[in-house]
């Protein structure tokens, strides 16, 4: 998904790092971002955590799918490419 950063050369970025269990019991680790703050990059974290957590209807966690995660900080160095570079 092509997103619009314009930030400054040395700008800190942030990337959430979801770590899931399928119901099939692999786990699996994705990352999205990079995010301009870090409350975009949590938010990740949080909406992971809350769309795999199965409840039965007494409220309790089933344990067929699970997610958590952390968030991470970077910064990035941007260069121009040239045409015909396919690196």
Do not use: C
Request: charged share 30%; aromatic share 10%; net charge negative.
């Amino acid at each position: 998904m092509a997103r619009s950063i314009g930030m400054a050369a040395d700008a800190t970025v942030y990337r959430a790092v979801i770590t899931k269990q399928l119901r099939d019991g692999k786990t699996v680790t994705e990352y999205e971002g990079p995010y301009g703050g870090i409350g975009a990059a949590r938010a990740r974290v949080s909406f992971w955590t809350n769309y795999l957590a199965d409840y039965d209807d007494e409220g309790e966690r089933t344990g067929t799918s699970r997610a958590s995660g952390h968030v991470e900080r970077g910064t990035v160095a941007w260069e121009q490419v040239e045409d015909g570079d396919t690196r």
